[in-house]
């Protein structure tokens, strides 16, 4: 069965400071893994995905994330943080048995502080 | 995203009560979904359906109904609403084929059952 898990609840850090969003997943084969944001009062929205070749993805924002076979991450990254960064994330992975659905993790609350 | 449209948006309402919710979407995708949030749980699946005549219960099924009255009309229905459904409820659509990774999802429906 796939799954994807979210270490951190919470992450804090400095506007101006990198960000770094951590996600770990579970996959036989090769996963397809997603990155969501969830701002205040509004539905989730598509940042990037990983489905294959070069393992640092770019997605909306300026956020990124790099794929690690070895390490079975997906670390969301940002080099640097705005106060509007501020959200819920969420990892994802594919379903790849037939149905394709997408299987979330619990979500990571970014602050960016002033 | 005006796309993908829920109403109501906030709902409260009594133990044994019948409730729908109710997604409407203009992006033209066969594909559409009904998740609930909670805190510290994600998103979980609750039925997605591939077509009007396709529907398919997730992972959190018991409960709920749905039915898809068109292709861009996905209802969820709580039959007899209990306390521990609760929740933040999204509706969510995508396209088939090489788009179906990518969800666009609604405002969500908050759902008070007392």
């Known amino acids: 069965a796939q799954s994807v898990a979210q270490p951190e609840d919470q992450v804090n850090v400095a506007e101006g400071n990198p960000l770094t969003v951590k996600c770990t997943y579970s996959?036989?084969?090769?996963?397809?893994l997603f990155w969501y944001v969830q701002y205040p009062n509004r539905g989730l929205q598509f940042l990037l995905k990983?489905?294959?070749?070069?393992?640092l993805v770019k997605g909306s924002y300026g956020f990124e994330a790099e794929f690690n076979k070895s390490q079975t991450s997906f670390h969301l990254k940002k080099p640097s943080a705005l106060v509007s960064d501020s959200a819920l994330y969420f990892c994802?992975?594919?379903?790849?048995?037939?149905?394709?659905?997408?299987?979330f993790g619990t979500g990571t609350r970014l602050t960016v502080i002033p | 995203d005006a796309d993908v449209t829920q109403t109501p948006r906030n709902r409260i309402t009594k133990t044994g009560k019948r409730i729908m919710l109710e997604c409407s979407q203009t992006?033209?995708?066969?594909?559409m979904y009904w998740y609930r949030q909670d805190p510290g749980l994600g998103l979980r699946l609750i039925y997605y359906?591939?077509?009007?005549?396709?529907?398919n219960k997730g992972e959190i099924s018991d409960g709920y109904s749905v039915s898809r009255q068109a292709q861009a009309k996905f209802s969820l229905s709580l039959e007899s609403a209990i306390p521990n459904q609760t929740a933040l409820y999204f509706c969510?659509?995508?396209?088939?084929?090489?788009?179906?990774?990518?969800?666009?999802f609604g405002p969500g429906t908050r759902l008070t059952v007392l």
């Open positions: 969510a659509t995508s396209a088939t084929g090489a788009g179906t990774d990518t969800q666009y």
């Open positions: 996959v036989s084969g090769n996963p397809y």
């Open positions: 990983y489905i294959t070749g070069d393992n």
């Open positions: 994802a992975v594919r379903d790849k048995t037939g149905a394709n659905n997408l299987f």
């Open positions: 992006k033209g995708h066969d594909r």
């Open positions: 359906s591939f077509d009007v005549k396709d529907i």
